[in-house]
């Protein structure tokens, strides 16, 4: 949007009463109302002329630094709730890794990393797409067809991690794997964001 801090909008009636649960104040809730928009109504841009009876009492109501940044803390919490979900997650996947690790290596010595990875992951997937579900995008969307977007989601990304991973040491100069996995999950982790931001929650 050209202006998201516009004082003159037409609002849906079904959106002024989802509006009336929105909190904040002023140029944060502006925001907040967008957000709340997004996926559910199309926003349709009018150009207009401003005009003001007199340019020299014209002032903004708009305040730099505190209304910048309740905006942009209203923009960047999802993304901010987002790393601690999947840093916890990523927490939970090594706690599992190692607890099986330790219970397998004895009995199974040439699967028990296998079994330990592919468990570890189940539990992660479950746990991380419980907090994406309720507390990072509040989604509002079947949680069936959601979850197994997610799952399918998941699968690609832990496949595209291993494929690039691969050929980045055998093309590329780097030789240390985690050096080259830390690189490789930093650019699927975004883009992991993006997807489930606009197409599964």
């Known amino acids: 949007m050209s202006d998201t801090q516009t004082g003159l909008r037409g609002i849906p009636r079904k959106l ?22 997004i996926g559910k109504y199309s926003i349709i ?24 940044f309740q905006i942009y803390r209203i923009l960047l919490r999802p993304f901010l709730k987002f790393i601690l979900s999947s840093s916890s997650a990523s927490l939970i996947d090594l706690t599992v890794f190692i607890f099986f690790c330790n219970l397998l290596k004895e009995e199974y010595p040439l699967y028990y990393i296998a079994i330990a990875t592919v468990a570890a992951r ?6 991380n797409y419980g907090v994406n579900y309720k507390t990072v995008f509040n989604s509002k969307k079947s ?6 977007k997610y799952v399918i989601l998941a699968v690609i990304q832990m496949s595209l991690s291993a494929i690039f991973v691969t050929l980045l040491i ?6 240390m794997e985690i ?23």
């Open 122 to 127: 189940a539990v992660s997937i479950v746990y």
């Open 179 to 201: 050096t080259v996995k830390i690189l490789v999950d930093i650019v699927l982790f975004f883009v992991s964001y993006h997807i489930q931001k606009t197409s599964i929650f």
């Open 16 to 37: 002024i009463e989802e509006g009336l649960k929105i909190e904040g104040e002023r140029f944060d809730y502006e925001m907040r109302m967008l957000i709340e928009a």
């Open 143 to 148: 949680m069936f067809y959601s979850g197994m």
């Open 45 to 68: 841009e009018i150009p207009i002329d401003t005009i003001y009876d007199s340019e020299e009492k014209h002032q903004t109501h708009f305040k730099p630094i505190v209304d910048s």
């Open 170 to 175: 055998k093309i590329t100069f780097i030789k």
